[in-house]
């Protein structure tokens, strides 16, 4: 089998009318890349991408594609045109070996456009192998089971947000059949966001799991004043605590510090990156981010990696790619999920067909690789005439 084609849709959803905020950043707009590729016997292969690196669009008035899309059509997409999609670990070196030969600079992408490229690509690639053997990826990967527990992702900070909206918002997560909710702290001082997640907790009672993210959102002192100050209100986890100059021997201190277990990994490129967050920053929850940086193929050396030191996997965004290797491994943990489609449009309105999540679970489709199928009009609709 060989890949003939690559074919990109860049596509970008308008700014939400009430941004979303984390502790420093703003989620204002949401943007994925799609790759497909296209092979000599039919079989075509969706792949996924999102993250900081797509989202540099209308420049000067002009829409301009994007470095990861610029870097698929430059680099990565001549590299993979004519080989065998089922050689994935080639293909990933061919395509990683980009990032340390003599010149790449020269091309004038950045390390993160290029694994994020390569995310895409490979995940892909991956969709061909599932097709070509005839079963979905997570039976590929592994199989351990074909469900997944699923959590929220809510609680962000929105302007006019008070105490009660927060805990209706997280009633409304209950009421959905969610067990687990993950809030964002790190925005306000440490005495607002205890009385912030205090109220959820309020609210859902007790035997609803609620994690914090921080986003990067603290120094390690007030990472550890707030982490201590949370831990009477039973957290499952506390994510991305320390910023991010400090996110490796910083987040140890913070780890030493509580009795509640650390989750990092989303801004990992790598396994090298994961393998630091693991051994030296004292992470017990693996969420290294497929869809951001560097595909399937590397996120099963680190589900390997995570297991032999007892860690978990709850991979970052993208349900619907990363709900496969949950189910695959004996180690995957939980799935993060949008269900708010004002938050996740991408979610509602990208696919035709894709598993739904029922009572905090995800069951995975009996289809041929990742089992989706994408929603033309969508694809129509959001998609951006992108010049280089
Ligand atoms: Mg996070």
């Given at each position: 089998?060989?890949?003939?084609?690559?074919?990109?849709?860049?596509?970008?959803?308008?700014?939400?009318?009430?941004?979303?905020?984390?502790?420093?950043?703003?989620?204002?707009?949401?943007?994925?890349?799609?790759?497909?590729?296209?092979?000599?016997?039919?079989?075509?292969?969706?792949?996924?991408?999102?993250?900081?690196?797509?989202?540099?669009?209308?420049?000067?008035?002009?829409?301009?594609?994007?470095?990861?899309?610029?870097a698929?059509?430059?680099?990565?997409?001549?590299?993979?045109?004519?080989?065998?999609?089922?050689?994935?670990?080639?293909?990933?070196?061919?395509?990683?070996?980009?990032?340390?030969?003599?010149?790449?600079?020269?091309?004038?992408?950045?390390?993160?456009?290029?694994?994020?490229a390569i995310?895409a690509?490979?995940?892909?690639?991956?969709?061909?192998k599932?097709?070509a053997?005839?079963?979905?990826v997570?039976?590929?990967?592994?199989?351990?089971?074909?469900?997944?527990?699923?959590?929220v992702?809510?609680?962000?900070?929105?302007?006019g947000?008070?105490?009660?909206?927060?805990?209706?918002?997280?009633?409304?997560?209950?009421?959905m059949?969610?067990?687990?909710?993950?809030?964002?702290?790190?925005?306000?001082?440490?005495?607002?966001?205890?009385?912030?997640?205090?109220?959820?907790?309020?609210?859902?009672?007790?035997?609803?799991?609620?994690?914090?993210?921080?986003?990067?959102?603290?120094?390690?002192?007030?990472?550890?004043?707030?982490?201590?100050?949370?831990?009477?209100?039973?957290?499952?986890?506390?994510?991305?605590?320390?910023?991010?100059?400090?996110?490796?021997?910083g987040?140890?201190?913070?780890?030493?510090?509580?009795?509640?277990?650390?989750?990092?990994?989303?801004?990992?490129?790598?396994?090298?990156?994961?393998?630091?967050?693991?051994?030296?920053?004292?992470?017990?929850?693996?969420?290294?981010?497929?869809?951001?940086?560097?595909?399937?193929?590397?996120?099963?050396?680190?589900?390997?990696?995570?297991?032999?030191?007892?860690?978990?996997?709850?991979?970052?965004?993208?349900?619907?790619?990363?709900?496969?290797?949950?189910?695959?491994?004996?180690?995957?943990?939980?799935?993060?999920?949008?269900?708010?489609?004002?938050?996740?449009?991408?979610?509602?309105?990208?696919?035709?067909?894709?598993?739904?999540?029922?009572?905090s679970?995800?069951?995975?489709?009996?289809r041929?690789?990742?089992?989706?199928?994408?929603?033309?009009?969508?694809?129509?609709?959001?998609?951006v005439?992108?010049?280089?």
């Amino acid at each position: 089998m060989k890949i003939t084609d690559v074919k990109l849709d860049v596509l970008v959803w308008p700014r939400f009318d009430r941004p979303f905020w984390t502790s420093i950043n703003e989620v204002g707009q949401v943007s994925e890349l799609v790759v497909r590729l296209r092979t000599d016997d039919g079989i075509e292969g969706i792949g996924e991408a999102h993250g900081g690196s797509i989202h540099h669009f209308d420049y000067q008035g002009v829409p301009r594609m994007s470095g990861a899309a610029a870097a698929i059509v430059e680099l990565l997409g001549p590299l993979v045109i004519g080989e065998d999609p089922l050689d994935n670990e080639r293909l990933w070196q061919r395509m990683f070996a980009l990032t340390f030969s003599k010149g790449w600079a020269r091309a004038g992408f950045s390390r993160r456009e290029i694994m994020t490229a390569i995310a895409a690509v490979d995940i892909a690639v991956w969709d061909i192998k599932g097709k070509a053997a005839n079963m979905p990826v997570f039976k590929l990967l592994g199989g351990f089971r074909d469900t997944v527990p699923c959590y929220v992702t809510g609680g962000y900070y929105q302007d006019g947000k008070s105490l009660s909206d927060l805990a209706s918002e997280c009633r409304t997560y209950v009421g959905m059949g969610y067990n687990a909710i993950k809030l964002k702290i790190g925005g306000v001082s440490v005495g607002e966001d205890v009385e912030r997640v205090a109220a959820v907790r309020d609210a859902v009672g007790p035997d609803i799991d609620i994690m914090v993210d921080v986003n990067e959102g603290y120094d390690v002192p007030t990472a550890i004043a707030a982490a201590r100050a949370l831990e009477p209100l039973n957290i499952r986890w506390l994510e991305e605590p320390v910023h991010w100059y400090d996110h490796v021997e910083g987040l140890r201190q913070v780890a030493d510090a509580t009795s509640i277990p650390i989750a990092s990994g989303e801004q990992a490129l790598h396994r090298w990156d994961a393998r630091d967050l693991v051994m030296r920053g004292g992470i017990k929850i693996m969420q290294f981010d497929c869809t951001r940086s560097a595909g399937i193929t590397e996120v099963l050396k680190i589900a390997g990696m995570c297991a032999t030191q007892n860690v978990n996997l709850a991979l970052h965004h993208d349900p619907q790619i990363h709900g496969h290797v949950v189910a695959a491994m004996p180690n995957g943990e939980i799935l993060e999920t949008f269900p708010d489609a004002t938050r996740d449009p991408i979610w509602e309105e990208l696919f035709t067909v894709r598993p739904e999540i029922v009572n905090s679970e995800m069951k995975l489709l009996d289809r041929p690789g990742w089992g989706l199928e994408l929603n033309e009009d969508t694809l129509q609709k959001r998609g951006v005439k992108s010049v280089l």
